[in-house]
T-cell receptor, first 112, second 117 residues
Framework: KNQVEQSPQSLIILEGKNCTLQ??????????LRWYKQDTGRGPVSLTI?????NTKSNGRYTATLDADTKQSSLHITASQLSDSASYIC???????????FGTGTRLLVSP | EADIYQTPRYLVIGTGKKITLECSQT?????MYWYQQDPGMELHLIHY???????EKGDLSSESTVSRIRTEHFPLTLESARPSHTSQYLC????????????????FGPGTRLTVL
């Protein structure tokens, strides 16, 4: 069964600190992996998309990594800001399918 | 920021009412999607469309229906709302990104939070 699991479920960090969010997936055959940021009450916004041949991609203070062999991805946030408080969702797409498999997200709270 | 709009943003209605959730995009995307998301839970695909006059059911069974008469417009209708329909409904559209490994990049609207009393 195609699944995406994220950890931790929730996380509280102090402003200015770094953090890393994890994503494990069993989606096959793998096409691409995406990280989205979803503010409360809003739609998800894409942070990064990595295809099979990419193992790292950055978007400002966000850096995503992908290990297609172990089927794991991480999202590293550097020098966190209060505006980083949101849910971060890992989403995986399988080759040939139009649909995406969503994780339940990691809820991040950045505290002053 | 993506040009995809949803109205209303919030809706509180009584059981048995008919409602239509609007979704419009100005990006000319052929593919559009409706997702349902309960608080703290993952998004579930309930409907999608490949283009005008195309509608398909998603992974999660839903009593809602959709139509696609125009490329930019993908409304979702509930003929008789019930408390079990209380949820957040997210609309999305996608464009094909060509490359060594092509993929569809999805852009999401802000969502409609529906509460059925």
């Amino acid at each position: 069964k195609n699944q995406v699991e994220q950890s931790p479920q929730s996380l509280i960090i102090l402003e200015g600190k770094n953090c890393t969010l994890q994503c494990n997936y069993t989606v096959s055959p793998f096409s691409n992996l995406r990280w989205y940021k979803q503010d409360t009450g809003r739609g998800p916004v894409s942070l990064t998309i990595m295809t099979f041949s990419e193992n790292t991609k950055s978007n400002g203070r966000y850096t995503a990594t992908l290990d297609a062999d172990t089927k794991q991805s991480s999202l590293h946030i550097t020098a966190s800001q209060l505006s980083d408080s949101a849910s971060y969702i890992c989403v995986v797409s399988a080759t040939g399918f139009q649909k995406l498999v969503f994780g339940t997200g990691t809820r991040l709270l950045v505290s002053p | 920021e993506a040009d995809i709009y949803q109205t209303p943003r919030y809706l509180v209605i009584g059981t048995g009412k008919k409602i239509t959730l609007e979704c419009s995009q100005t990006m000319g995307h052929d593919k559009m999607y409706w997702y349902q998301q309960d608080p703290g839970m993952e998004l579930h695909l309930i409907h999608y469309s490949y283009g005008v006059n195309s509608t398909e059911k998603g992974d999660l069974s839903s009593e809602s229906t959709v139509s696609r008469i125009r490329t930019e417009h993908f409304p979702l209708t509930l003929e008789s709302a019930r408390p079990s329909h209380t949820s957040q409904y997210l609309c999305a559209s996608s464009s094909l990104v060509q490359g060594l490994h092509s993929y569809n990049e999805q852009f999401f609207g802000p969502g409609t939070r529906l509460t059925v009393l």
